[in-house]
């Protein structure tokens, strides 16, 4: 069983950056895809952004590119997620997931196992 454990969430004001990171238990995690997902109050879960197992290529939504960007360490047992130039609208909890292949790594019921979540909220 692989846990994942998100940390870096918090306030900030619009236009300011986080930078959240996920570190998993098991090194086996480095063959998996790993994402983030987002969910804010009332809606639901949404991508955000992965590092996929093949050749580690990277996919954003739409609503984030260019504004945030995932990268995974060295040993690929740990995910980043960078943010920057925040919006009110990124308010949500983050969700860190990790996904055995094959599979779509944008969608959250490819993935295998999920964090608790880290809160991000943006002032405006």
């Known amino acids: 069983q692989v846990q994942l454990v998100e940390s870096g969430g918090g306030l900030v004001q619009a236009g300011g950056s986080l930078k959240l990171s996920c570190v998993a238990s098991a090194r086996t995690v480095s063959n998996y895809a790993m994402g983030w997902f987002r969910q804010a109050p009332g809606k639901e879960r949404e991508f955000v952004a992965a590092?996929?197992?093949?050749?580690?290529?990277?996919v954003y939504s739409d609503a984030v590119k260019g504004r945030f960007t995932i990268s995974r360490g060295n040993l690929k047992i740990t995910l980043y997620l960078e943010m920057n130039n925040l919006k009110p609208e990124d308010t949500a909890v983050y969700y860190c997931?990790?996904?055995?292949?094959?599979?779509?790594?944008?969608?959250?019921?490819?993935?295998?196992?999920w964090g608790q979540g880290t809160q991000v909220t943006v002032s405006s």
């Open positions: 590092s996929s197992w093949i050749g580690g290529a990277i």
């Open positions: 997931a990790a996904a055995k292949p094959p599979g779509k790594i944008t969608i959250a019921t490819e993935y295998d196992y």
